[in-house]
């Protein structure tokens, strides 16, 4: 639940920062790493409530214990939570490449056009 906060408080930061060109590498991937972290921590109890939500040892009065509603909020939202980390770490590294492309070619042109002499 914490590590789900702390994501969505990125995410926010994330997309109503007013010049999203400057927004750092680093800023996009932690904040991937933290959604799919938070996806991992969601499929564990989604999938552990699935297998034991029926059992007569771990649920009280599990005659009486139904998937409802607000179990398939659960699954559909760390379904959605892992694509969104997903996309975001691919723009993420998408990001940092292209920094590191437009550097070497900087570079590179720096090397190949000198400046003219006076």
Do not use: H
């Not at 552990?48 to 699954?75: H, L």
């Not at 492309?101 to 090397?111: G, H, L, P, S, T």
Request: net charge positive; with cysteine; proline share 3%.
């Amino acid at each position: 639940m914490v590590s789900m906060l702390f994501a969505l408080i990125m995410t926010a930061v994330l997309a109503f920062s007013r010049e999203l060109g400057k927004v750092s590498t680093r800023f996009i991937l932690s904040t991937a790493m933290l959604t799919l972290t938070s996806a991992l921590f969601m499929a564990i109890a989604v999938i552990t409530f699935a297998v034991r939500g029926k059992d007569r040892d771990w649920m009280p009065r599990w005659q009486q214990n139904w998937y409802g509603w607000s179990f398939s909020v659960a699954v559909s939202s760390c379904i959605l939570q892992v694509v969104s980390g997903s996309i975001l770490l691919f723009e993420g590294t998408n990001m940092k490449l292209v920094k590191n492309y437009m550097e070497k070619m900087y570079i590179q042109r720096k090397r190949l056009f000198p400046p003219a002499p006076r």
